[in-house]
């Protein structure tokens, strides 16, 4: 089998558990797996969405991506806690109460940490820290931000039949690998060109088959995608959300992992499958742009450009629209588009001046609600 996909393809700088190279076909459903994503994540995302060439809203709308990213790549991984709750805790910035909450809150922090890192070279160093992030609080002492070590054996298993379906490297071996890794990661040439999406792809998989930690290497590894992505030029990646795809469908994501394993380390069927996942979670972002682009169409066709409401207020008035029992704070605010406490107050504050939003209190804090008969009034206003 390895000589005949060595025709059609080429083995990677990187090494199975025998020593033998990991190697990569090149069937025709790669090739236009590659040219697809390479055509819809290179488009301006402004022509989806106006509103994007706008510097505020594009942040907002990647705050909600990492945030989305975060919560089902920890649900992916066991933490137990509905989506609800836990976006209102990011969004309102409040310490996680839980250990599944803190696993999400953590996984925040470390996608917002490899947005930060995405132009410095990967180093064990900054693999250390990525997992040190991720799992800050929820291991037991000192297993955080370590490799594993000889005495802690590790074996990937089936969680409902509890069949093991991977024994990783032996522990002595990871430094070396993970140096490997890093020059892989580091390198775009080589001796033969690898597409930046194989790259990333690729990381992916190396990094949850050496399994160098206790725990949190399914985070570490899809964080690290994202990282190579971003380093890589692929900047839209930042919308995308894998893990909600791959939650979608779990059984598949672990037998395209198996399925390299014992086909002689020929890691296209891991690359085909994520391919279909990064294909579904780039449909996915276009539907939602277009469903905000709806959004806001609609609120601009009440308000006619109101002068008096910046996009923000816009934002949120469409979001009113669509759900009149929500609740809304400038805590909330703040973070979802990045301004200053005096900003987003004072937006709330317009809003009910106008008659949009209702105001209340809770301990300290005030809420704000959208009135009865919201598009009523929007109309009105218009008029």
Not at 278 to 298: E, G, M, V
Not at 333 to 354: N, P, S
Request: proline share 4%.
């Amino acid at each position: 089998m390895r000589a005949a996909r060595a025709a059609l393809g080429s083995d990677l700088p990187l090494l199975d558990k025998t020593g033998q190279p990991f190697s990569v076909a090149r069937p025709d459903s790669l090739l236009s797996g590659l040219h697809r994503i390479d055509w819809q994540l290179g488009k301006r995302l402004e022509l989806a969405d106006p509103q994007l060439a706008n510097s505020d809203v594009r942040d907002r709308y990647i705050i909600e991506s990492l945030m989305e990213e975060a919560i089902t790549s920890s649900q992916l991984e066991g933490a137990s806690t509905t989506r609800k709750v836990a976006k209102e805790m990011l969004e309102q910035g409040r310490p996680p109460r839980t250990k599944d909450e803190r696993m999400i809150f953590n996984n925040f922090q470390a996608m917002e940490l490899m947005r930060r890192k995405a132009h410095a070279p990967l180093t064990t160093s900054l693999l250390l820290e990525l997992h040190e992030t991720i799992t800050r609080d929820t291991l037991d002492a000192g297993e955080e931000g370590r490799l594993r070590r000889g005495d802690e054996p590790i074996t990937v298993q089936d969680r409902a039949s509890g069949e093991i379906l991977h024994v990783p490297p032996d522990a002595s071996e990871l430094p070396g690998r993970l140096r490997q890794l890093c020059a892989f990661a580091n390198d775009p040439g080589g001796d033969a060109f690898i597409h930046p999406v194989v790259r990333a792809i690729v990381i992916h998989f190396m990094l949850a088959y050496d399994h160098p930690f206790v725990d949190g290497n399914g985070r570490t590894a899809r964080a690290l995608f994202y990282w190579s992505m971003i380093r890589q030029g692929y900047w839209i990646a930042e919308f995308l959300s894998i893990s909600r795809i791959i939650q979608r469908a779990q059984m598949q994501y672990s037998r395209a992992f198996l399925f390299t394993e014992t086909d002689g380390g020929d890691v296209t069927y891991f690359l085909l499958h994520q391919l279909d996942v990064i294909q579904r979670a780039t449909d996915d972002l276009y539907a939602y742009l277009n469903r905000k682009a709806r959004d806001a169409r609609q609120v601009d066709l009440l308000l006619q450009e109101d002068p008096s409401l910046n996009h923000r207020q816009r934002e949120l008035l469409a979001h009113a629209l669509h759900h009149p029992a929500a609740r809304y704070d400038i805590q909330s605010h703040r973070r979802r588009h990045g301004v200053v406490y005096q900003t987003a107050r004072q937006d709330l504050l317009d809003l009910e001046a106008a008659g949009f939003l209702s105001r209340s209190q809770v301990g300290r804090a005030f809420t704000f609600s959208p009135v009865a008969q919201l598009e009523r009034r929007l109309k009105k206003h218009k008029a």
